[in-house]
């Protein structure tokens, strides 16, 4: 997969349906019903597209000693396993918010059973829920986060509500910076309100380093001037 955005396999452009059609992913050939493939047909299934992506962003995680959630994104974020767009970010965000709250609390060995399980539930938030359910999966992985770490059940009572808070708090900021998606975005917006979240129901305070996005000339749809994160002095060439 060597295109970082678009279709990955020629990099063209993505066409969304309003119903689902069957389609065979170009890797593992299993086929699914999607409303998105590349304009040219080819498609590739969740699974084959953030296999690669979940190992780097689990190890990077698991062995890092810093406290600055947004700095780990970045970093991850330039590696070439992660995508401009993807369902990789679902479990990026609440990755890297755990590892850096578990160091900061001086408990890293919780991170390896937590990302384990931030994983396997980020696992079943897909790609493009942003546009078909209503809910970004950077948002939910901010819920996941903070479900994790207070140890969440459908029956808790304040645990319950610190984690929908969480992820509807998330999900009102990504909605008011407004569409289309950005998954990078989406994910630092998600990462710094789960971020000041924590500091005021937990008192526990992860740094809060506001980004400067250097992904805008890989993404088509970036919104330039109107994002938060866009770096001032780019000079972006149209795309």
Not at 45 to 61: K, N, P
Not at 97 to 106: D, M
Not at 170 to 189: F, M, N, Q, V, Y
Request: glycine share 8%; with cysteine; proline share 5%.
């Amino acid at each position: 997969m060597s295109h970082s955005s678009g279709c990955l396999i020629c990099g063209s452009d993505i066409q969304y349906t309003d119903t689902e059609n069957l389609f065979p992913c170009h890797f593992c050939g299993k086929s699914f019903h999607s409303t998105a493939s590349c304009i040219h047909g080819h498609f590739i299934c969740d699974d084959c597209h953030t296999s690669e992506a979940f190992e780097v962003i689990y190890q990077t995680c698991l062995k890092q000693e810093g406290t600055d959630p947004v700095t780990l994104s970045d970093r991850i974020m330039q590696h070439p396993s992660v995508k401009m767009h993807g369902p990789e970010h679902h479990f990026m965000v609440p990755a890297v918010l755990l590892s850096c709250y578990y160091n900061l609390t001086g408990e890293p060995e919780k991170k390896q059973q937590t990302l384990q399980s931030a994983r396997k539930r980020a696992s079943h938030v897909l790609g493009g829920f942003c546009g078909s359910h209503g809910t970004c999966g950077a948002a939910m992985g901010a819920g996941i986060f903070m479900s994790l770490i207070l140890e969440s059940t459908p029956i808790k009572t304040l645990e319950w509500k610190h984690s929908n808070m969480t992820t509807a708090l998330a999900l009102t900021e990504i909605a008011i910076h407004g569409g289309p998606r950005c998954c990078k975005r989406d994910s630092w917006l998600s990462i710094r309100e789960a971020v000041k979240y924590v500091a005021l129901e937990l008192q526990i305070s992860l740094p809060l380093t506001k980004p400067v996005c250097g992904f805008t000339i890989h993404n088509k749809e970036c919104l330039v001037e109107a994002c938060m994160f866009f770096p001032k002095a780019s000079t972006r060439q149209p795309s």
